[in-house]
């Protein structure tokens, strides 16, 4: 049987059965042959719920929630959901977890709904006097910028950017190097830029950080998930993580971790029930030990065991793999849109700045036609960046992808070059 045919069964047999196949399914994926991969990664498409011909090219805006995944959530839901419980106690298992997969101490992980919240929390959290200075990329996503812009009008703090190098790690350091200054107080950086997936050097801006005291907050919603991330390894004091896009979590799932050494100068912005306690007696209020303070209120205990799940799928099928992976699919999408005539790459080329993303243009087809195109005429599912005026569209590569969607996407461009230039 053709290996397309039988990933088309495969996928029909998750989608009609649920739970028990998907996790058939993940405790019979194939060894990782290293000479012979593609069978593996074939297996591993196949845990997608993604329909059969269609092609997914954006994991970097939302990622696609694997089926053993969304069948735990449906699992833990119906089960709570028999008795209307809330299942609160339940996050102290997907808190470690999620700290194993994250490199942190359980006692640093805060679970929140996106990596905004998490960027706005940091924003909103740190107490500032007017005047002082937060520098950001310009290529900041708005979960990432708008936090600081709005700290900017209603507390006088000072927004500096810096225009990301495609091309040198060391340039980057120096960009953002050069606006250090003594009214500096908080370093935020994105780990893995959202428009044109340049990796920035953050363990180099954490120890620049580090040596000045300055707080240093990465952004990790592009990289949790896409390559390891550690937090306690990478010594930035607080980290943003998106559950839905590389990791595949359920969607409103996000992380914030901080360094448990720092945790006294960010206030959590919101409080609530889980953020502290109040002592009957004395009527004092205090805030909650470790990063549950960050955390209020009634939550989907559902969606954070989810997340948990998505995190050991992705430790099943091995981290370093899955960064390999998407490079080298992201590499081939670069050399094949390169060689067609009047194709533009904004992404890097390759090295230590390259990311499982590419962005490109053509002068001949607008950026949103093409998107059109390709999604209604292939199938094709890609991301236009109108980020910075770029317009350009974006291919993000992961476990969802193939060498042959990648082919296909070249192919199709090339077509449409030729019909419509
Ligand atoms: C760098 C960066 N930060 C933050 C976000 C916002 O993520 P979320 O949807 O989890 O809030 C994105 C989304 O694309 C992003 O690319």
């Known amino acids: 049987m053709s290996l397309p045919r039988?990933?088309?069964?495969?996928?029909?047999?998750?989608?009609?059965?649920?739970?028990?196949?998907?996790?058939?399914?993940?405790?019979a994926l194939p060894e990782f042959a290293a000479d012979r991969p593609e069978p593996f990664w074939e297996a591993v498409r196949a845990l997608y719920p993604l329909e059969p011909g269609f092609t997914y090219f954006n994991t970097g805006g939302l990622g696609s929630t694997p089926t053993p995944v969304l069948e735990r959530v449906a699992e833990v839901t119906r089960r709570?959901?028999?008795?209307?419980?809330?299942?609160?106690?339940?996050?102290?298992?997907?808190?470690?977890?999620?700290?194993?997969?994250?490199?942190?101490?359980p006692a640093e992980v805060a679970f929140v709904r996106n990596a905004t919240e998490a960027n706005a929390i940091v924003a909103g959290g740190l107490r500032f006097a007017p005047g002082d200075e937060v520098i950001f990329e310009t290529h900041a996503h708005p979960g990432g910028s708008f936090p600081w812009l709005q700290a900017a009008r209603v507390r006088g703090v000072v927004v500096r950017t810096f225009e990301p190098d495609p091309l040198s790690a060391a340039g980057n350091l120096q960009r953002l190097a050069a606006l250090v200054g003594p009214r500096t107080r908080v370093v935020q950086v994105s780990h893995i830029t959202a428009p044109t997936g340049i990796m920035l050097p953050a363990r180099a801006v954490?120890?620049?950080?580090?040596?000045?005291?300055?707080?240093?907050?990465?952004?990790?919603?592009?990289?949790?998930?896409?390559?390891?991330?550690?937090?306690?390894?990478?010594?930035?004091?607080?980290?943003?993580?998106?559950?839905?896009?590389?990791?595949?979590?359920?969607?409103?799932?996000?992380?914030?971790?901080?360094?448990?050494?720092?945790?006294?100068?960010l206030e959590p912005p919101l409080v609530g029930a889980h953020s502290g306690d109040l002592d009957p007696a004395t009527g004092r209020f205090a805030l909650s030990a470790g990063a549950l303070r960050y955390e209020y209120g009634t939550r989907n205990v559902a969606a954070a065991l989810g997340l948990a799940e998505a995190m050991r799928l992705q430790e099943r099928i091995g981290r370093d793999?899955?960064?390999?992976?998407?490079?080298?699919?992201?590499?081939?999408?670069?050399?094949?849109?390169?060689?067609?005539?009047?194709?533009?790459?904004?992404?890097?080329?390759?090295?230590?700045?390259?990311?499982?993303?590419?962005?490109?243009?053509?002068?001949?087809?607008?950026?949103?036609?093409l998107f059109g195109l390709l999604l209604r005429e292939k199938a094709i599912r890609t991301r236009p960046v109108t980020e910075e005026q770029f317009n350009a569209l974006r291919v993000s590569t992961h476990l969802c992808n193939s060498p042959a969607q990648i082919d296909a996407l070249v192919a199709a461009v090339g077509e449409f070059l030729r019909r419509e230039a």
């Open 321 to 369: 793999r899955i960064a390999a992976r998407g490079r080298q699919l992201a590499a081939r999408a670069h050399a094949g849109l390169a060689a067609l005539p009047g194709v533009e790459i904004l992404s890097p080329a390759g090295g230590e700045l390259a990311a499982a993303m590419v962005t490109f243009r053509t002068a001949r087809i607008p950026h949103d036609r």
């Open 206 to 265: 954490a120890d620049l950080c580090r040596a000045r005291g300055i707080w240093f907050h990465l952004d990790a919603a592009q990289s949790a998930g896409m390559v390891p991330v550690d937090f306690t390894a990478l010594g930035c004091d607080s980290l943003a993580v998106s559950g839905h896009k590389w990791i595949g979590g359920p969607l409103e799932t996000g992380v914030l971790c901080v360094r448990r050494a720092r945790q006294e100068e």
């Open 80 to 105: 709570l959901q028999a008795k209307a419980e809330h299942g609160h106690a339940q996050f102290t298992a997907a808190r470690a977890d999620v700290a194993r997969f994250l490199g942190a101490d």
């Open 6 to 27: 039988r990933s088309f069964l495969r996928h029909a047999a998750l989608g009609a059965a649920g739970l028990g196949l998907a996790r058939e399914a993940v405790a």
